[in-house]
């Protein structure tokens, strides 16, 4: 699904040159579940960024289903984003003035889906992250671990073929955590390419491939059993 | 989609509900102003274009190059538009225009009318068709009168004015008038207005000038055939020019006449009718002109306003983008184009601009009272719903909407999402558009308090200017038509002799100023004396003027009824002595009137202000001559008790002239009137600063509000770490009050350059002082302090540990 080849980033300031990324090689099959860790600054989030398209690189290859997709446009990127993938982040990032209904809604929204339809699939995939009854509440309303099912039932709304989740439990607690982590595996099991970044070893665990990265590159690749 | 949108953006704007309460009132307050200003100025450029033959009226004046400058006057010879339509055959038709008031008689009841003394062509040319009668027809007799519809209403209530016949005094002589038509009711905006229309032949002197191409009294307008070019006229008419004004020619060349680039001395003109409200150069023109710079003044302010609100949306706007970057990101990697987003924005500036919009147009129905009588405006809301208006309404809207909305939608669209994600621009830097807008908002606020006070110190400074006459305890009185003003004299001398509180009486053709009658007359005569042509404004005047006005004697003595002499004698004021080049000029003789024996001068005073303070004193000769009537008497009353001496005189008056009105008022209220439209000016001025510095300010506050939030951190840091209270306060207003003095320093050379050319117009002028745009800086600085002040105190006093916290 995502192959990628001699990928690289950098971050300039005025003085200084730091490399993100470095001529990084990575491989992601359908229906694989990866965890990414490293230490804090190893590129790790830019590499997330990057996959999810919402940067650019500066150099190397990326093919997503085939396509070379490292110089696509705004437009063409924001396309083939909102038909494929879906994000999970840290902070989960809803949208304070829209209800949990209408921040799942949204990206149907962005896609054309009609009314009617819409209604639906957000009622489905909120019951299936058991926030139904909370439908009309507020982001604030919420607790954490709700919060992020809801970002996650955002996520995976539209049905995407990958999600890109940023230390998804970072901002909860461990039984929370571990519920995130179990909606991830289920999606997975589905048949969801995931990829993850994180900081837990126990999240880690729930993945099927480790990647280790070390100063923008990959050091070491974990097949978990 | 749209639903989603509408949805969005009342809650976003319900969220930041005092930001969008600032930012609507600014730009309702904005709108509302706009509304008022555009309307008027529309009126005032509307004026005349009823007419359907607008383009190809002309008016005819001559310019004369005079050794002093060039002079334009547009007062023509009796004979003139005959001569001219006979002998230039690009004239289609050809009138004589001049007025007076007259009183029209009709069974018992008497009304004084405004009555227009025009040539059959009259109705051919200007577009006032008649309900009654026929336009050809209408005016074919000596004896015909046109009148207005109001006019046949007033004179014959229900009655059919058609054919009745009216009396009708005109200098002292009652003739009979056939009404042989009645035109319809012109509107507001016309120059031309009148009751009653006679045929010119009774225009007063009309006999004595028939045949003189010298004596001019009257304006000429002319319509021309189609496609003719009106820029060849001067070239085209030299040859009339040479024919009938041959003594002009001599004189002027005798004198010492500089020819113009084409060659001419004295030449014909023509000046646009079209033109006609805004016509204030060629002299006597139809109806009460204005001066562009008013219009213009008012549309500069308009546009001010609206700019500066619009800055204050567009500043806040992006301030608020701040806070709503990370919503731009979600939105972003949930798949939003670029177009989506900007929809989302814009669509919440629509509904504050509506929001606006709506108040601001309300806010107009309840200043529009106000609005009328501070800038003397015809307008009525009633206007607002033809079609123009409505366009220019919605245009204004479009044109905020863009203006406003674009650029910071289109700012939010262009944040990079990854970025914003991090929440590396929520913290938000003040940026260089911010600051440029700001330093514009107040350029234009200081500019407008230092046109405040210039104007308001060149009008106290007219106000207040000793004019060489005693203007606070003379009364003028207004003879009422219809009356000999040389009776109404006498009898007034013999009726207040006893008056205890009375100081003396005279009387005069030409007032001070204006009136409460409205007219003003001027009257100027040239003779030649040592070979060379004397200009002098003539002033008839009768015995004891000098005295009651105050007006100090030089040499000589003034009009006294013990010598015989006297009423064929002058008294010259001091320019017109510097004219004839001499001293000791009492005595002298001076050929002033054709077939009149030689006017002596018996008296010199000292230069008084006879005009208004925009004109230098100019030559001026007092005489006796009978030729001219008495308009006004002048009492002049003991200092003290002056209500209960107008009273006096009142009843004076009334004893002698039961049914007359009394138009009284005191010289200084004259004055006064002459400075109306200065007054107006400054109103506009006073008006555009303080609505420039309040929605200025709104904008500052909000700024200020804005970024209080965004460094409550720094500002906790720097109180843990010992700062107090007024260094904070400083820190958070000295970048403000820096911009604020560079948008004072900006605003001087442009306030410079508009009031100096403003003060140009007048012979007596203040001169502009540096303290005035000291104490407009000081003022905006002041202003923008308090204004920033609100915040950042409330911020330098709040406890640090809230603000640290929230980390």
Redesign the interface.
């Known amino acids: 699904m995502i192959k990628i080849t001699n990928l690289e980033k950098f971050y300039r300031t005025e003085e200084v040159e730091t490399v993100a990324l470095n001529k990084l090689n990575l491989e992601i099959n359908t229906g694989e579940f990866v965890a990414i860790m490293g230490p804090s600054g190893c590129g790790k989030s830019t590499l997330l960024n990057i996959l999810g398209l919402l940067d650019d690189p500066d150099g190397g290859s990326y093919l997503f289903n085939g396509t070379e997709v490292a110089h696509f446009n705004e437009r063409k990127r924001a396309d083939l984003r909102k038909h494929n993938i879906g994000f999970v982040f840290q902070s989960f990032n809803l949208i304070d003035e829209l209800t949990v209904f209408e921040n799942v809604e949204l990206p149907l929204i962005y896609t054309g889906v009609n009314s009617a339809d819409r209604k639906q699939r957000v009622e489905e995939v909120l019951t299936k992250m058991q926030i139904m009854h909370r439908r009309n509440h507020y982001p604030q309303q919420l607790s954490g671990g709700q919060q992020q099912r809801v970002a996650i039932a955002r996520a995976v709304v539209n049905k995407p073929k990958l999600i890109l989740a940023d230390e998804p439990t970072g901002n909860l607690d461990s039984s929370n955590g571990n519920e995130v982590m179990e909606l991830l595996t289920d999606l997975n099991e589905q048949g969801t390419t995931i990829i993850m970044v994180t900081h837990s070893e126990h999240d880690a665990r729930y993945s099927h491939r480790i990647v280790r990265l070390l100063d923008g590159h990959t050091v070491v690749e974990n097949i978990m059993m | 989609?749209i639903k989603?949108y509408l949805k969005?953006a009342w809650?976003?704007l319900w969220?930041g509900r005092v930001f969008n309460l600032m930012n609507i009132t600014g730009l309702a307050v904005a709108v509302a102003c706009c509304t008022l200003i555009f309307l008027t100025v529309y009126y005032e450029f509307s004026y005349d274009n009823f007419h359907e033959k607008l383009d190809s009226i002309y008016q005819v004046y001559n310019v004369a190059n005079r050794p002093k400058g060039v002079e334009k006057s547009s007062s023509m010879p009796t004979p003139m538009a005959a001569a001219l339509k006979a002998e230039y055959p690009a004239v289609k038709y050809i009138t004589r225009s001049g007025n007076t008031g007259g009183v029209v008689t009709y069974g018992n009841q008497k009304i004084n009318e405004d009555i227009h003394f025009v040539d059959p062509d009259f109705l051919k040319m200007f577009t006032f068709p008649l309900v009654q009668g026929s336009s050809n027809a209408a005016l074919s007799q000596l004896n015909s009168a046109v009148i207005t519809e109001e006019a046949a209403k007033k004179i014959f209530g229900n009655k059919s004015a058609l054919n009745q016949t009216l009396l009708i005094n005109i200098e002292n002589r009652e003739q009979p008038f056939l009404v042989t038509g009645v035109v319809k009711q012109y509107p507001a905006n016309s120059s031309i207005t009148f009751d009653v229309l006679l045929r010119f032949e009774h225009f007063p002197q009309y006999n004595a000038d028939k045949d003189s191409w010298g004596n001019r009294t009257h304006m000429v307008f002319a319509e021309f055939n189609e496609g003719y070019d009106p820029a060849i006229f001067t070239q085209q008419i030299k040859p009339f020019v040479n024919k009938y004004y041959a003594e002009d020619l001599k004189n002027l060349k005798r004198d010492g006449a500089k020819p113009d680039a084409n060659g001419n001395i004295f030449s014909l003109a023509l000046a646009p009718f079209a033109d006609n409200h805004f016509n204030n150069d060629i002299g006597i023109v139809e109806g009460n002109g204005i001066s562009k710079t008013y219009p213009i003044s008012l549309v500069v302010i308009g546009c001010f306003i609206l700019l500066i609100a619009c800055i204050n949306f567009i500043n806040l706007s992006v301030a608020r983008g701040f806070t709503r970057a990370?919503?731009v990101?979600?939105?972003?990697?949930?798949?939003?184009?670029?177009w989506?987003l900007l929809a989302q924005f814009w669509v919440e500036t629509i509904l504050v601009c509506l929001a606006s919009t709506i108040i601001g147009l309300l806010l107009c129905t309840l200043l529009i009272k106000q609005f009328k009588a501070i800038f003397k405006s015809k307008i009525s809301l009633g206007m607002l719903l033809e079609p123009a208006h409505l366009t220019g309404i919605i245009l204004m809207f479009l044109a905020v909407t863009a203006i406003a909305g674009f650029y910071p939608a289109l700012m939010m669209v262009r944040y990079k999402?990854?970025a914003v994600?991090k929440g590396k621009i929520s913290g938000g830097k003040p940026g260089k558009l911010r600051n440029t807008l700001l330093v514009i908002q107040f350029t234009l606020s200081t500019l407008l308090i230092i046109c405040t006070i210039i104007t308001w110190q060149q009008i106290s400074f007219l106000s207040n200017k000793p004019l060489g006459y005693n203007k606070t305890e003379v009364l003028s009185i207004p003879v009422d038509q219809g009356t000999r003003g040389a009776d109404a004299l006498r009898l007034m001398r013999n009726e207040l002799r006893n008056n205890a509180s009375v100081v003396s009486v005279s009387g005069a053709y030409m007032n001070f100023g204006r009136g409460n009658d409205g007219s003003s007359r001027r009257s100027v005569l040239g003779f030649i004396y040592n070979d060379r042509e004397v200009r002098t404004h003539l002033q008839s005047v009768d015995y004891d003027y000098v005295k009651t006005l105050d007006i100090k004697l030089l040499e000589g003595r003034e009009f006294d009824p013990n010598f015989k002499g006297d009423s064929t004698g002058i008294i010259i004021n001091e320019s017109m002595a510097r004219e004839l080049g001499g001293k000791n000029l009492v005595g002298t003789f001076l050929p002033m009137l054709d077939g009149k024996p030689k006017a002596q001068i018996i008296g010199v005073v000292k230069n008084f202000n006879f005009e208004s303070l925009h004109d230098d004193i100019a030559p001026l000769t007092l005489t006796m001559l009978k030729d001219f009537e008495i308009n006004y008497i002048f009492v002049k009353v003991k200092p003290g008790n002056l209500v209960g001496a107008y009273d006096n005189i009142k009843s004076s008056w009334h004893r002698l002239y039961p049914n007359a009105t009394f138009l009284a008022s005191w010289l200084n209220e004259n004055t006064e009137r002459q400075y109306l439209s200065e007054r107006r000016l400054s109103g506009i001025f006073v008006s555009g600063a303080v609505l420039a510095i309040i929605i200025s300010c709104i904008g500052l506050l909000a700024i200020s509000i804005m970024m209080v939030i965004q460094r409550n951190k720094e500002i906790g840091i720097r109180k843990v770490l010992g700062a107090n209270v007024f260094g904070i306060v400083m820190m958070l207003s000295q970048d403000f009050l820096k911009l604020v003095l560079v948008a004072a320093i900006l605003s001087f050379p442009v306030a410079w350059w508009v009031m100096s050319h403003w003060l140009q117009s007048f012979a007596y002028r203040v001169d502009i002082h540096w303290w005035v745009f000291a104490l407009s800086t000081a003022l905006a600085l002041i202003l923008a302090f308090v204004t920033i002040s609100f915040q950042s105190i409330r911020a330098a006093i709040a406890n640090p540990v809230k603000s640290l916290r929230s980390e």
């Open positions: 989609m989603n969005i809650r976003n969220k990370r919503e990101g979600v939105r972003k990697t949930l798949g939003a184009g670029k989506q999402t990854v994600l």
